[in-house]
């Protein structure tokens, strides 16, 4: 049993219209602790009957919510980052035990995750429309801002809080109202997330919680529905383009952040210190389950061995184990099959010439677990370069030139994170102006922050979340023609 200062925070239910209610299936889905494979609770799961009343409702909710004052709105929104930063303790350890990692990191995904409602808030009140200066004299142009309706989001299992918030904070904030459907692994950080949101006032139907077992059911009512006008997705890029395409029908808006294949590019004039500092914290974050960790390490065949022996040398130190336990710095992977698939991308790579420098044998910690593998001599026709790892395992590539490293880079249809590490300012510009990504890490591997855009170009994506620009994401442009002046 989770010790929560506030047994209410674990959820067990659907969160529609402001009700905590059972899918009418009676279905319900088993929530494993990923560290120890026993069952935390059942949480009841819906099907396209809940969610079409989800939508219905935050269709009718729209028409009140839609047409309240942004400062309402903002005063909301506050008061429910005031609740979760008050209820971090037992936000993390709800966290840690659905999803595995280390309980500081879980803490820190919390405040990552309300850092986005508390600029949102912010945010809801700067949606300024446009004074157009026009070209005939009998007329005046201008441009309001409203918000784009009823919302749908689908979140992955890797940050189950901050994924959340990333979307609901902006949609709340601009007036829209949003269904949200959690991974069907972590659906209980969402559920306590949406508890606090009730306490906080929002009013009901403005944001509904479906999980569901049967993902495609539900994602198909969401995108089929023509209520819905947007559906934001985090996910892989393979789910991504099933949505996109299902979002075609009734021309909805989407945001897609879907995956990446970071390159982490260093230099020879680079602080190999920092390098070294930045690629584990890149690497290792989330036991290497984030779409910006380092995929790929690219090296200057000069520091080649220099970098691999101090990167080697500081990833001994971590401490895989059960994240619930203050030492440990990786927690489990999210389940056996990742395992596995993480496995066979190293067992790939080995047999056709990479060198396993460290790890590169499944732990004896339990089936969910994989130890920090760092591979050398790797090259650009392994799964470990072509493909997004999340998992805990690093290949070196060396190059010579700073034309190679760039080909290198760009070698793939992802293009979210990068990081590149280099003192030559001018390396800096015209790097980081060639690189196909929508993020640049320059000299520093955590890159994330409420206030900076988030997202990729290419097959990684599109749309932004966070900074000034994520609220666009929830808006129409509507453009006023006044004549007769
Ligand atoms: P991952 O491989 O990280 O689990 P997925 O893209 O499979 O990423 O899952 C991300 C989210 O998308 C989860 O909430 C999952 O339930 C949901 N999902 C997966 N397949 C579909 C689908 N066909 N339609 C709608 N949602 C889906």
Partial sequence: MLRLNDPLLLKSQLFINGEWVDGDSEKTIAVLNPATGIEICKVASATKKETGYSIDCAQNALQTWGKTTAKHRAELLKHWYRLIVENIDDLALILNAEQGKPLAEAKGEILYGASYIEWFAEEAKRIYGDIIPSTQSTQRLLTIKQPIGVVAAVTPWNFPNAMITRKVAPALAAGCTIIVKPAEATPLSALALAELAQRAGIPKGVLSIVVGEDSKEIGKALTDSPQVRKLSFTGSTKVGKILIKQCADTVK?????????????????????????????????????????????????????????????????????????????????????????VHAMVKEAEQNGAKIVLGGTPSNLGPNFYPPTILTDVTSDMHLFKEEIFGPVAPIIPFDTEEQALELANATEAGLASYLYTQNYSRIWRFSENLENGIVGINEGIISTEVAPFGGIKQSGNGREGSKYGIEDYIEIKYLCMGGI
């Fill in 253 to 341: 808006k989407v945001s897609m952040e879907l995956g990446g294949n970071a390159p982490f590019i260093i230099f020879e004039d680079a602080d190999i210190d920092q390098a070294v500092k930045g690629a584990i914290a890149s690497k290792f974050r989330n036991a290497g389950q984030t779409c910006v960790c380092a995929n790929r390490f690219l090296v200057q065949s000069s520091i080649y061995q220099a970098f691999t022996d101090k990167f080697v040398a500081a990833t001994k130190k971590l401490i895989v184990g059960n994240g619930a336990d203050d030492k440990v710095t990786i927690g489990p992977l999210i389940n056996g099959n990742a395992v596995q698939n």
